[in-house]
């Protein structure tokens, strides 16, 4: 069964220095990745994800994600972290053999001003 | 204006109460879910749909139903709601992954439900 894990609860860093939240997954086949924020009070928003192809992909926000198959990772990263970048992350997997979406169990960011 | 919408945002009922969670999306989506999310376990799938009439279960199904007897709609459905199912749930819907690109899901707001 396919699975994500996401091995950190809480990651603190400084505004302005690079930041990367980590995500490794398990799935037969080639899997969908994905990367979603939330905010307080708020539902998941969509940041950005990988299909095939370039595997940096670029998204919202100034978020950007590498994905690595031979490590099955696929980390969440921006160059410069602002106070606002703060919040929920959660990296998820689509499996094509039964379409389900997994998510890992979050990621806490804290930008320190 | 594309969207994910849940009723009620907050609910509380006590045990036994039978209560329905509303869902709907605009976006003509074949794939539905619903998670729930608590501290610590991130979001559990409950159920999900990939199109009217199929339904299956996720990760956490004991103690929910749902209904796709509309493209549109998925409510959830708490036939006799107990304690630990206090939680804050999502609904959810995409395109299907496979020729719709691995498509991205889009969420509703949330509905924080306590049981007592």
């Known amino acids: 069964a396919q699975s994500v894990a996401q091995p950190e609860d809480q990651v603190n860093v400084a505004e302005g220095n690079p930041l990367t939240v980590k995500c490794t997954y398990s799935?037969?086949?080639?899997?969908?990745l994905f990367w979603y924020v939330q905010y307080p009070n708020r539902g998941l928003q969509f940041l950005l994800k990988?299909?095939?192809?370039?595997?940096l992909v670029k998204g919202s926000y100034g978020f950007e994600a590498e994905f690595n198959k031979s490590q099955t990772s696929f980390h969440l990263k921006k160059p410069s972290a602002l106070v606002s970048d703060s919040a929920l992350y959660f990296c998820?997997?689509?499996?094509?053999?039964?379409?389900?979406?997994?998510f890992g169990k979050g990621t806490r960011l804290h930008i320190l001003p | 204006e594309a969207q994910v919408t849940q009723n009620p945002r907050y609910l509380i009922t006590v045990t036994g109460k039978k209560l329905t969670v509303t869902c709907s999306q605009n976006m003509n989506h074949e794939y539905m879910s619903w998670y729930r999310q608590d501290p610590g376990l991130g979001l559990r799938q409950i159920y999900y749909s990939m199109n009217v009439e199929v339904t299956d279960k996720g990760d956490v199904p004991e103690g929910y139903k749902v209904s796709r007897k509309e493209k549109r709609n998925f409510p959830l459905i708490l036939e006799s709601p107990s304690p630990n199912q206090t939680s804050l749930y999502f609904c959810a819907s995409s395109n299907r992954g496979r020729g719709g690109g691995g498509a991205e899901a889009f969420f509703g707001q949330g509905t924080r439900l306590t049981v007592v």
């Open positions: 998820a997997v689509r499996d094509m053999r039964d379409d389900k979406i997994i």
């Open positions: 799935v037969s086949g080639n899997p969908y």
């Open positions: 990988y299909i095939t192809g370039d595997n």
